[in-house]
């Protein structure tokens, strides 16, 4: 709750009770002192990097042991 109060509180506890929920206390966290780091990828390299694949294949994956790695043999 961004804004909790006594009344909203007592509110959201009653409603959760009636509904069956185990606890309230979920909904009762803080928020945050900082938020998360906003960022954006540049659409521009993006759309370059992709121009320079456009043509190529991608190379098959070929295991690099012989081995079974399962039993170790």
């Not at 690099?64 to 043999?73: F, P, Q, R």
Request: aromatic share 8%.
């Amino acid at each position: 709750i961004a804004d909790p109060s006594i009344s909203k509180l007592t509110s959201m506890h009653f409603y959760a009770w009636k509904r069956g929920l185990k606890t309230g206390m979920y909904y009762l966290r803080s928020r945050p002192k900082a938020d998360a780091i906003q960022f954006t990828v540049d659409q521009a390299a993006i759309k370059k990097q992709q121009a320079a694949n456009a043509g190529k294949a991608p190379k098959p994956v070929e295991p690099e042991e012989e081995e079974c790695l399962s039993c170790g043999a």
